[in-house]
């Protein structure tokens, strides 16, 4: 890219997906800068330009940078990538509002974090939440960045699909100007409802193929076909409650951001939230919980985030707020929740798929 066009970004969080992105950006020629709390991480991006923490094995551009200043991350920035988890997001914009150049609406802000977060009348959307804080330049100018993308392929310059997704059609080809490059193919959309949805429910649907699909090593009744039967009933359950939501866009949801995502979450070694649904069966995962809510609080003992646990607590409760009938989202909860365990849970989820909904609508 030529100098000219060299834009200046601010990401924060350096997880495996911010660092994928901040590398991306950088051998794209724009100036970066990553913003972390875990001054050990900070310390090695600038030094040994890896981040060894999450994203083993990887070279980094020598041009990034990292900081533990979130304000000065976040300023003078064009653009600006929340790579947050969900859990965590609020926090982390209740700290970017002061920013002088946040209060005047300068960087358009994207968004990388999965999941829905808790709102004084139930569970929101990601970008719903953000606009409640930002200033009002924001409002339906936020960009959802979504897609089949584990950062490990992503960074190791594997072929990729993403969707760049906006109310704000002009910010969503923006972030798809600034992403797309020879390894990253970037696609617009303005059903920020529909990406968000499925971005936050395929980690529900990923435990639940995590659990069958360890219960398939142990039971003769679950297979290869059980296993897609379970894909086609998820991505189902997305497309209803993305429905239910507000999305007006059905091709949304066989789209990369729709059938695209939930395949790789549920089948790619990479999945963090299919790992999680086979410890639950392997390793008794929830034996030391006593809750979904018990687990939620002690997430952080777990060694990495399945961010499908808090996606599954707040389906839950829009599924009976818009009164859908979500099995295979019902079914994780009731395992998260200590109410059933997995073997009958996942026997009665089976029972209770009813296809046909994907053909009609309730």
Same mark, same amino acid.
């Given at each position: 890219?030529?100098?000219?066009?060299?834009k200046?970004?601010?990401?924060i969080?350096?997880?495996?997906?911010?660092?994928?992105i901040?590398?991306?950006?950088?051998?794209?020629?724009?100036q970066?800068e990553?913003?972390?709390?875990?001054?050990d991480?900070?310390?090695?991006i600038?030094?040994r330009?890896?981040?060894?923490?999450?994203l083993?094995g990887?070279?980094?551009?020598?041009s990034i940078?990292a900081?533990?200043d979130?304000p000065?991350?976040?300023?003078?920035?064009?653009?600006?990538i929340i790579?947050?988890?969900s859990l965590?997001i609020l926090n982390?914009v209740k700290q970017l509002?002061?920013?002088?150049?946040?209060?005047e609406?300068?960087?358009?802000i994207?968004?990388l974090a999965?999941?829905?977060?808790?709102g004084p009348n139930?569970?929101?959307?990601?970008?719903?939440?953000?606009?409640?804080y930002l200033p009002g330049f924001?409002k339906?100018?936020?960009?959802y960045?979504?897609g089949?993308?584990?950062?490990e392929e992503v *960074?190791?310059?594997k072929l990729t699909g993403?969707i760049?997704?906006?109310k704000? !059609?002009? @910010?969503?080809?923006r972030? /798809? #100007?600034l992403?797309?490059?020879a390894?990253?193919m970037v696609y617009?959309s303005?059903?920020v409802?529909?990406?968000?949805?499925c971005g936050a429910?395929?980690?529900?649907i990923a435990?639940?193929?995590?659990?069958?699909?360890?219960?398939?090593?142990?039971?003769?009744n679950f297979g290869?076909?059980t296993e897609s039967?379970?894909l086609?009933?998820?991505?189902n359950e997305?497309?209803?409650l993305?429905?239910?939501?507000g999305s007006?866009?059905?091709?949304?949801?066989?789209?990369? *951001?729709g059938v695209?995502?939930?395949?790789?979450?549920?089948r790619s070694?990479y !999945?963090? @939230?299919?790992?999680?649904? /086979? #410890?639950?069966?392997?390793?008794?995962?929830l034996a030391?919980?006593?809750?979904?809510e018990?687990?939620?609080?002690?997430?952080?003992?777990?060694?990495?985030l399945?961010?499908g646990?808090?996606?599954?607590?707040?389906?839950?409760?829009?599924m009976e707020?818009y009164k859908?009938?979500?099995p295979?989202v019902?079914?994780?909860y009731?395992?998260?929740?200590?109410?059933?365990?997995?073997?009958n849970?996942?026997?009665?989820?089976v029972?209770?798929?009813?296809?046909t909904?994907?053909l009609?609508?309730?």
């Open positions: 890219m030529e100098q000219n066009n060299s200046k970004i601010g990401i969080n350096a997880g495996a997906w911010g660092t994928a901040a590398k991306v950006l950088a051998e794209l020629g724009h970066v990553i913003w972390e709390y875990m001054q991480v900070v310390e090695e600038n030094s330009h890896t981040n060894s923490r999450y083993l990887v070279d980094l551009p020598q940078t900081s533990t979130l000065r991350t976040a300023a003078g920035k064009d653009f600006l790579a947050t988890p965590y982390i509002v002061p920013v002088q150049d946040i209060m609406g300068k960087p358009v994207g968004i999965k999941g829905f977060i808790k139930g569970p929101v959307l990601i970008t719903r939440a953000m606009e409640d924001y339906d100018s936020l960009v960045i979504s089949p993308s584990h950062a *960074a190791r310059g993403l760049s997704a906006s704000n !059609g002009m @910010n969503s080809i972030f /798809r #100007e992403l797309n490059g390894n990253l617009s303005l059903d409802i529909g990406v968000q949805t429910v395929k980690n529900v435990i639940a193929y995590g659990i069958l699909d360890a219960l398939s090593e142990i039971s003769s290869d076909n039967l379970l086609a009933a998820g991505l997305i497309q209803q993305g429905t239910a939501l007006t866009y059905p091709e949304t949801f066989t789209s990369i *951001a695209g995502d939930l395949d790789v979450t549920c070694k !999945g963090r @939230n299919r790992k999680f649904g /086979r #410890e639950i069966v392997n390793d008794r995962r030391r919980f006593k809750s979904a018990d687990l939620v609080a002690n997430i952080d003992s777990i060694g990495y399945p961010e646990i808090i996606a599954a607590i707040y389906a839950k409760q829009l707020q859908l009938k979500l295979v019902e079914s994780v009731r395992i998260l929740n200590k109410e059933e365990q997995p073997l849970a996942v026997r009665e989820m029972r209770k798929l009813n296809l909904q994907s009609q609508r309730n």
